[in-house]
């Protein structure tokens, strides 16, 4: 059994929590977040403010903001264990002096409330040495049957990927939304076009299904929907007009 330590008390640590709490390859002996109570009830794993040296550990994983990596790292240079980050813009680099550093990077929007079927959740692994890349791998494939083992720019670019992909994608369906309830209409007219605008990329290049008036340059279809637009959002879609326009026109 895979004796885990977890740092961090946010959405993905929460997740990460109860995943590792339910599976019978991975004990949870350590988590550590800087309350001095965790974020959850009825907790079976053993909770710190700071990493317990003295508690043998198989893997310390570091599941918080990107920009505390670094300093959380500073505080574990002294041990032998393997250390992984799960940030997918975060270099391995910021892990510094420790002697084994990993990453442990699973490829999800994660929300606390929001239950994570981990089978198909993308999880990609990264070492500077093979024996830890496959107790990596062991780790991920307890937990799901979509693992990657990728370098660091594969990660980076996966990562920039996802945020146009999710981060931009739900943003614009919020602006949706919003426009649907300025006109007194419930958004779910929309479901079966999202659904089918998505459902096609998956088995399609998504350059080839593009239509709409950015595409072929109907200027006054364009000026019809900027009069119902906030400022704002009428930049966004002004930028976006055009960068679909290039795309197609030249």
Known sequence: MMRIALIGTGNLAIHLVHAFETCNATQLVQWIGRKNTPPKQNLNTPYFTQFQQNIDVDLCLIAVTDDAVSSIAEQLINSDVLVAHTAGAVSINELKSIKRKGIFYPLQSFKETIPVDWSTVPICIEATNSEDVELLIKLA????????????????????????????????????????????????????????????????????????????????????????????????????????FNTHNT
């Open 141 to 244: 494939s307890q937990l799901s049957e979509n693992v990657h083992q990728i370098s660091e720019s594969q990660r980076l670019q996966l990562h920039t990927a996802a945020v146009f992909a999710n981060n931009f994608c739900n943003h614009i369906i919020s602006i949706s939304q919003n426009i649907a309830a300025k006109a007194a209409l419930p958004f779910s007219v929309l479901h079966p076009l999202i659904q089918e605008t998505f459902k096609r990329s998956f088995s399609n290049k998504a350059f080839a299904l593009q239509t709409g008036p950015a595409k072929r340059n109907d200027t006054l279809t364009q000026q019809k929907h900027l009069s119902v637009l906030s400022e704002e959002d009428a930049e966004l879609y002004r930028i976006l007009s055009q960068s679909i």
